[in-house]
């Protein structure tokens, strides 16, 4: 498939009026999404779990304007709040799909968006802000075009919202959502997520993730300045082959159920991720104290244990503590007890795998 696909033919009518909303969650990447090309086409192919509880709900009134004009025009409100902030970063956004909704420049817009998660919680809100976003637009042309189906309107939204922030384009379904080509999955695209096409055990069905908020402060490098420093990096090579190799690795992880090596893939793309941003140049670390001591914590425990309770990380600081639905009850207490002490302000957010978006 290719970008031109995405753009319509024609629409039936352009509404006068009306509101969509829709709620859609964050993800949590397995295999990580790091290092990227122009226009948001990954540099290896990555993995996640959609989330359930963390989630941006967004809803955007629609008035056709009297003329059409050359600028975007639309309000923004956070919380309930106008939020001038905001409004550059969904400019560049609208710029970037107005080709795939030529509808856009036709209104103005009142988008009124909030998340689940406390604000500045050092929860990316990207992934759920965009694809939320992207969902709006979309249910607008749905309603102005033929009908499409339901396959054909979540690509397209994971287009739309890909170009927003890379890892938007996996939040619209789930559990699982792969995106970038890649040989061992089959219609796997650079340009949209699929939801994961072979068969999963049910011990992932309901995997929790735990939310460990270590540091809410403002990153001090970006995902974008990330990204571009894998541009040269000096082992980007074998960092995007690994990233090949662990998703074909995955593929029997995820159908056996085999929790044990699931577990070294995952801490293993952690690590590496965060590894990378250590060996760039410049080079820097987003992890604090707490982090170590939180995964120190969880090695410790897991020997002990005997469980398969393991870490992610996300661009941050923060902690994913994943664990199998059948042993929360020995690994919740011991997160409340051993690794809560490490979070700012005691603060951490129980999540579990999810669906995807819902239309509100
Ligand atoms: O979507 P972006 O550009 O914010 O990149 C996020 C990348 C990671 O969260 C670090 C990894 C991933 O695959 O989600």
Redesign the pocket.
Same mark, same amino acid.
């Given at each position: 498939m290719s970008e031109k696909e995405f753009i319509p033919a024609s629409y039936t009518t352009l509404k006068e009026e009306g509101t969509v909303a829709y709620s859609s969650p964050s993800?949590?990447?397995l295999?990580?999404?790091?290092g990227?090309r122009e226009n948001?086409i990954p540099a290896n192919p !990555?993995i %996640?779990f959609t989330l359930a509880a963390c989630t941006t709900k967004t809803s955007v009134q629609y008035k056709k304007k009297d003329k059409k004009s050359d600028e975007f025009s639309f309000d923004l409100l956070f919380e309930g709040e106008p939020k001038e902030e905001f409004k550059p970063k969904i400019n560049t956004f609208l710029k970037r799909i107005e080709a795939y909704l030529p509808f856009l420049k036709e209104y103005h817009f009142v988008i009124n968006t909030s998340n689940s998660f406390p604000h500045s919680s050092g929860i990316?809100s990207?992934?759920s802000g965009m694809s939320a976003l992207a969902l709006c637009f979309m249910e607008m042309e749905r309603s102005f075009s033929e009908s499409i189906s339901d396959e054909d309107f979540n690509r397209k939204v994971s287009f739309l919202s890909r170009l927003g !922030?890379? %890892?938007?384009c996996?939040s619209i379904e789930g559990p699982l959502v792969q995106?970038g080509e890649t040989a061992s999955i089959e219609g796997s695209s650079n340009l949209f997520g699929i939801k994961y096409p072979y068969a999963v055990h049910e011990v992932f069905s309901n995997f929790h993730d735990t939310i460990l908020l270590v540091d809410k402060g403002e990153k001090q490098v970006?995902?974008?300045v990330?990204?571009e420093l894998m541009h040269g990096h000096p082992f980007a090579t074998q960092r995007f082959d690994q990233a090949h190799s662990n998703l074909e690795k995955l593929k029997s992880v995820l159908s056996k159920g085999d929790l044990k090596t699931f577990i070294s893939i995952v801490e293993s793309e952690a690590l590496t991720?965060h590894a990378m941003m250590m060996t760039s140049n410049p080079y820097f670390i987003l992890m604090k104290p707490n982090t170590l001591s939180i995964i120190n914590e969880i090695w410790k425990f897991r020997q002990e244990s005997n469980t398969h309770v393991c870490f992610t990380?996300?661009?941050?600081a923060n902690v994913h503590v994943l664990y199998p639905e059948y042993e929360k009850d020995i690994v919740f207490p011991f997160i409340k007890e051993k690794l809560v002490p490490f979070c700012q302000n005691g603060q951490y957010i129980c999540d579990r795998i999810g669906l995807g978006a819902k239309k509100l």
């Open positions: 993800n949590i990447a295999v990580k999404y790091w990227k948001q !990555s %996640s990316a990207s992934a !922030s890379g %890892s938007a996996r995106w970006s995902s974008t990330g990204h991720l990380l996300d661009a941050g």
